[in-house]
Structure formats: structure tokens, C-alpha cells
């Protein structure tokens, strides 16, 4: 992925360790230690995932002595479900349209 480019949620999340890292932090805060304990990769690259996730507004970090506790943005992941439900709403209201009325026999 190149660095200079402005990431967004989905592009984020198209990564399998992001996602990974995210239903992680789902269960709640942690620190990157923690995190790369888990994964399959190593501590420096969890570092650079949490920097993408970071930077597009899904993780935030807070400093707890010389460690960073990383933590789920709730508005960024709620934006995202949103955008999920209206293209969900857009494909169902087009089936719907599609199979319109007239698909039924009368007798």
C-alpha cells in the first residue's frame, strides 16, 4: 500500500491482519505487545498496521508509561456500518425492484 495515499476504513479493512487486529481490539484496548502476541506477524509490522488503521480513523492510542494502548474508534466503526447498511438497503430495494409486483400468478 503506498504511504502518501489518504486511507479509508474500507481500505483499511482489506488487509487480513487489519481485520485480524480489529476484532481484536473489538474485545477491547491493548497494547501492541498484546496484539502481536496474537498474530502471525511481527510486533514492528502490528506497529505499521495499527499506523494505517490509525490514520484512517479506526484505531486511536493513548500512552500508558512506556507502552501505547490502542483502542477501537466507536464513530469511525459505526460510520462504516452505516455505509454497509445503505449499500445493503440500495441492493435489496433493487431485488425488489426487480422482481417488482408482477411476479406473482393471480388466479
Known sequence: ????????GWDAL???TR?????????GPLA?????????????????????LKDAG???ERAAGTR???????????????QLDTFWRRALESY???AGPGTEESS
Open 1 to 8: 500500500m503506498d504511504s502518501n495515499r489518504v486511507v479509508d
Open 14 to 16: 482489506a488487509d487480513d
Open 19 to 27: 481485520r485480524a487486529i480489529v476484532s481484536r481490539l473489538a474485545e
Open 32 to 52: 501492541v505487545g498484546r496484539l502481536a502476541a496474537g498474530l502471525p506477524v511481527t510486533r514492528s509490522a502490528v506497529s505499521q498496521h495499527l499506523k494505517i
Open 58 to 60: 479506526l484505531v486511536s
Open 68 to 82: 501505547r494502548i490502542y483502542r477501537l474508534n466507536p464513530a469511525a466503526v459505526a460510520a462504516l456500518r452505516d
Open 96 to 98: 425488489a425492484d426487480l
